[in-house]
T-cell receptor, first 114, second 115 residues
Framework: AQSVTQLGSHVSVSEGALVLLRCNYS??????LFWYVQYPNQGLQLLLK??????LVKGINGFEAEFKKSETSFHLTKPSAHMSDAAEYFC????????????FGTGTRLLVSP | KAGVTQTPRYLIKTRGQQVTLSCSPI?????VSWYQQTPGQGLQFLFE???????NKGNFPGRFSGRQFSNSRSEMNVSTLELGDSALYLC??????????????FGPGTRLLVL
């Protein structure tokens, strides 16, 4: 079965600092991987997705993630944190060929201090 | 385009009752998925509908059911509510015709509280 593990339920950074949110996947077949963000009292918003086209994926709001097969990782980064980045972030893996059925990680809450 | 809408946004029920939640996808999106989000279990897949047919189903008891109409709107029903059903229920829509070139969109969710 496919799964993702997010290391760290909470990550704290200062405004302007590098953001690094970790995600490792387990999959017996090449996976499709996704990062979503959830702001309080809202649904999820897709940040970026890996579909095997390129290992370095650029998303919205300055985020990017790199697929590393050797490390089974898909970590999310942003060079400079902004206060508005404070939210919960979810890594997900697809067990089908699309968005039909996603398996989510437990989430990482990003706290940004001034 | 209007986003994914879910109604109602908030709901309070008592144990043993049943509830129906509604999801209207983005126009043209024929795939609708449902997820349950709780602090303890996180985000869990309930089911996915495409063209009025359930294509995928998660590991939830039979009290959880759903359907999709010809206009792609979807409903999910939970019968004989239990306290543990208290959660945020999210639906998401997607146009599979474009494969993963497309993007999936989530609604704001329906927050269900079972007393």
């Amino acid at each position: 079965a496919q799964s993702v593990t997010q290391l760290g339920s909470h990550v704290s950074v200062s405004e302007g600092a590098l953001v690094l949110l970790r995600c490792n996947y387990s999959s017996s077949v090449p996976p499709y991987l996704f990062w979503y963000v959830q702001y309080p009292n809202q649904g999820l918003q897709l940040l970026l997705k890996y579909t095997s086209a390129a290992t370095l994926v650029k998303g919205i709001n300055g985020f990017e993630a790199e697929f590393k097969k050797s490390e089974t990782s898909f970590h999310l980064t942003k060079p400079s944190a902004h206060m508005s980045d404070a939210a919960e972030y979810f890594c997900a893996v697809s067990v089908n060929t699309g968005f039909q059925k996603l398996v989510f990680g437990t989430g990482t809450r990003l706290l940004v201090s001034p | 385009k209007a986003g994914v809408t879910q109604t109602p946004r908030y709901l309070i029920k008592t144990r043993g009752q049943q509830v129906t939640l509604s999801c209207s996808p983005i126009s043209g999106h024929r795939s609708v998925s449902w997820y349950q989000q709780t602090p303890g279990q996180g985000l869990q897949f309930l089911f996915e509908y495409f063209s009025e047919t359930q294509r995928n189903k998660g590991n939830f008891p039979g009290r959880f059911s759903g359907r999709q109409f010809s206009n792609s709107r979807s409903e999910m029903n939970v019968s004989t509510l239990e306290l543990g059903d208290s959660a945020l229920y999210l639906c998401a829509s997607w146009d599979p015709s474009g494969g993963l070139l497309e993007t999936q969109y989530f609604g704001p969710g329906t927050r269900l509280l079972v007393l």
